[in-house]
């Protein structure tokens, strides 16, 4: 969408500047034909500005037709599953005390503080967060299992203004080749059984969130950052293993605790992926 609007940007500037380039010169055409390029300039910023709502560029999620496309939510079972861009260490609006708030950390294999979402999770959770999850680090040399999701307390994230009390550490797989801290044992191919591995996780995360009495729960994008996939094109193929497992989970299980699934996402073009996913999702339903 971005390379649509400079696209329609610069072809606007163009049309002006060629109407300059007709005369002998373009200093004797601005002068002479002051009127005129008033009247062209009014015209082509209302073309782009027309444009680029029409393509999707205001801040509030675009023009009508776009909005049309774009799902905030489905209840499935009476769960509710949004997507939004956010932070992850923030991401409720309001809290009811008489419920329980978890976030899912996208974990490593040794659950230890790293970089993105762990980073942030465990910067803003304190030392309280690394000695709850000491209780379920591996042996030394050794690594959980992709799909292992345990749970730990929240440490700082729960306070006067935040009621985040539960960590969701979630293993999902490693499918860049390119990041191998952990050894090739634990790089796994985007095939059928690395594909089974990462919607397990996504299972395993609200069975988990279900047994702990958790029910609002705050997923990231899963294999969708340092463990993605190297092939281009595969973040539709993520978000859909992503949306699809957790819908389907909503239907299959009957979950009593459940009520709300956030997909907490880093980006606009992310949170459109989803949206674009969720729509798929709805028509082969209809």
């Known amino acids: ?28 055409f601005l002068y002479n034909n002051r009127s005129r390029i008033a009247v062209i300039s009014g ?5 782009v500005l027309g444009l680029y709502y029409c393509l999707g560029g205001s801040q509030d999620g675009g023009s009508p037709r776009r909005l049309q496309r774009n799902i905030a939510s489905v209840i499935t079972n009476n769960i509710e599953i949004q997507k939004k861009q956010g932070n992850i260490v923030d991401p409720f609006e309001s809290y009811n005390n008489d419920e329980t708030y978890a976030i899912v950390n996208a974990a490593n294999p040794q659950l230890m503080n790293g970089g993105g979402v762990a980073g942030a999770i465990f910067s ?6 690394d000695q709850a999850c000491g209780c379920h680090r591996p042996p030394r040399g050794s690594l959980l299992r992709s799909s292992t999701v345990v749970v730990t307390e929240s440490g700082n994230l729960y306070n006067t203004n935040k009621k985040i009390s539960k960590v ?11 990041h191998g801290l952990y ?15 990462l919607a397990d996780t996504y299972a395993n995360v609200l069975d988990v969130a279900e047994q702990n009495g958790v029910h609002n729960v705050a997923i990231p994008f899963l ?3 340092n463990f993605k996939p190297s092939q281009r094109g595969v973040e539709k193929e993520l978000a859909k293993i992503a949306v ?14 459940l009520k709300k699934v956030i997909f907490v996402l880093y980006d606009r073009d992310t949170v459109s992926l989803f949206s674009d996913v969720l729509v798929e999702l709805q028509k082969k339903e209809g």
Do not use: W
Not at 168 to 178: D, L, S
């Open 1 to 28: 969408m971005k390379s649509k609007r400079v696209f329609c940007l610069i072809l606007a500037l163009l049309l002006i500047v060629s109407q300059g380039l007709r005369a002998t010169s373009f200093c004797d």
């Open 43 to 47: 015209f082509a910023v209302a073309a």
């Open 124 to 129: 803003a959770a304190g030392s309280k967060l």
């Open 168 to 178: 969701i550490h979630a293993v999902a797989p490693n499918f860049n080749r390119a």
């Open 183 to 197: 050894g090739r044992s634990y790089i796994f191919d985007f095939n059928a059984r690395g594909k089974k591995l």
């Open 223 to 225: 294999s969708g950052g």
């Open 244 to 257: 699809k497992t957790v819908i389907e989970s909503c239907k299959r299980n009957r979950f009593t605790n």
